[in-house]
């Protein structure tokens, strides 16, 4: 087994299977996400999708792929016996590369990210009565008041939501200077922000769109006290593995110049200083190993901690990359339906290496969605494509249940244009945006989207709905 799947198989099961000779290689499979797969066909008709991570004359060591709509990527190793394999349909190199290297960042994400955190330029940064910490990105400016090991790995995840945006909806517009994320580490400094800019929002983040200025409130302060001792377990070991890195080379001519004082022979010292880095790669890996498992810790527990707080930051992230990078609102007439209801996709994604997978049904809008259409009196379509602003503003708690009708059918609609209807960041798209489309009134302007009346979209987009799961 290669050590490629070693270092896999400590965290996943495997399976054994038995049969006959190999045969011929075969055609490829394509995954969900559209990267090309290695392919095993079995005899007894069964096959296995992903990457062949090493092969020997009795075995094929195979690492399956199991992505699922809006489910996180899946790895399951299999030791496939090679009599029972019909065959095997490989990729050519640079595509085995390409697969290799996203199997890798899934599987070390969270050292991934702990070495992204490191490269983070921070620096501190007093505004609106409050002391910072502040990145300037290529994309975005954040400014947090959380400690700096938090903001780090907010700005990490961050990046990583803006670069989803960019593979979802391409760039169009280049801003005078990118939008600002001021992260609290609390709700107290959050809303007093909000106040003294006179707004009361019920929502933990909202676009400033006058400032440009995504704000977001979070109970991070908390959160880091909880982290700080797996936080502190990660710096022991890492520095445990940075000393025991740095040993090596002393280690080695202190044990050569003992044995040369002995009288040994060449032969022999060498033989000893082999067996000793052979040792010292083994103390390494069970290192490094440890240090992994510490920062996997870290990361699950910052993401349990930080789920809700980032289902907003997606939403409220994608009205800023919307209106500065795609579609701004001085050359563009985005619908307010249409805004929302992409971001509300976008809240419901799944974060992947540096992809925000969105193709599968945000489950609460879809279930509040379904049961509107399903009752007396759903919200007709003409009224959601003529909606403006107001319909979606939460102000008070009574306002909860008519925005959430809004914001579930915006997203229903959204949800069907792009995965059904594949219209999103689309040429019938830039056409819908035009500023002089908003002259031929909501309807007919839908109606030359989707190329068909309103009432037969209508129809099929319910039973469409309705059919989800």
Not at 231 to 237: H, L, R
Request: one cysteine or more; glycine letters at 6%.
């Amino acid at each position: 087994m290669g050590r490629f799947l070693t270092i896999l198989a400590t965290g996943l099961g495997a399976c054994c299977l038995c049969g006959a000779p190999m045969a011929a290689r075969q055609c490829r499979a394509q995954s969900p996400a559209g990267q090309a797969l290695e392919r095993v066909n079995l005899h007894d008709g069964r096959h296995y999708e992903g990457y062949v991570e090493s092969e020997d004359d009795g075995w094929v060591f195979f690492i399956q792929i199991q992505r699922k709509a809006g489910q996180p990527m899946h790895l399951v190793i299999r030791t496939l016996d090679r009599r029972s394999v019909a065959s095997i349909a490989p990729l050519d190199a640079p595509q085995r590369a390409k697969l290799r290297d996203e199997i890798e960042r899934f599987v070390n994400r969270a050292a991934i990210e702990s070495g992204r955190m490191e490269a983070v330029a921070l620096a501190p940064l007093d505004k609106d009565g409050n002391r910072y910490q502040h990145y300037a990105g290529k994309w975005f400016a954040l400014d947090s008041t959380a400690d700096e090991r938090t903001t780090r790995r907010v700005i990490v995840r961050v990046e990583q939501i803006f670069a989803a945006y960019r593979q979802t909806l391409s760039p169009r517009n280049n801003p005078p200077q990118p939008p600002r994320l001021v992260v609290f580490a609390s709700m107290q400094e959050y809303q007093a922000f909000l106040a003294a800019r006179e707004l009361s929002i019920q929502n933990t983040a909202c676009f400033i769109e006058g400032e440009n200025v995504v704000a977001v409130g979070s109970e991070l302060a908390r959160l880091a006290v909880r982290m700080a001792k797996v936080n502190a377990q990660t710096d022991d070991v890492r520095r445990e593995l940075q000393k025991l890195e740095r040993r090596l080379p002393d280690r080695l001519r202190e044990l050569a110049e003992a044995m040369r004082k002995e009288g040994r022979t060449s032969v022999e010292i060498a033989r000893a200083t082999t067996m000793e880095k052979r040792q010292f790669d083994d103390d390494v890996k069970a290192k490094k190993k440890e240090l992994w498992r510490w920062d996997r810790d870290a990361a699950q527990t910052f993401n349990d901690g930080t789920r809700q707080m980032f289902a907003r930051v997606y939403h409220e992230s994608f009205h800023a990359y919307l209106e500065n990078y795609v579609f701004p609102h001085a050359k563009c007439d985005v619908p307010r339906w249409l805004n929302e209801g992409l971001a509300v996709m976008f809240e419901g994604g799944i974060l992947e290496a540096d992809a925000l997978r969105v193709d599968a049904p945000n489950a609460v809008a879809l279930k509040k969605l379904k049961a509107d259409l399903s009752g007396p009196q759903p919200l007709p379509l003409q009224q959601l494509l003529s909606s403006d602003a107001a319909a979606f503003v939460q102000v008070h708690g009574s306002d909860a249940a008519a925005s959430d009708r809004y914001y579930a059918a915006a997203w229903g609609v959204a949800y069907f244009l792009a995965f059904e209807k594949h219209l999103l960041d689309s040429p019938g798209l830039l056409q819908y945006v035009e500023p002089d489309a908003k002259k031929m009134g909501p309807a007919a302007r839908f109606e030359k989207l989707v190329g068909m009346p309103l009432n037969k979209f209508e129809k099929e987009w319910r039973q469409y709905i309705l059919s989800l799961k």
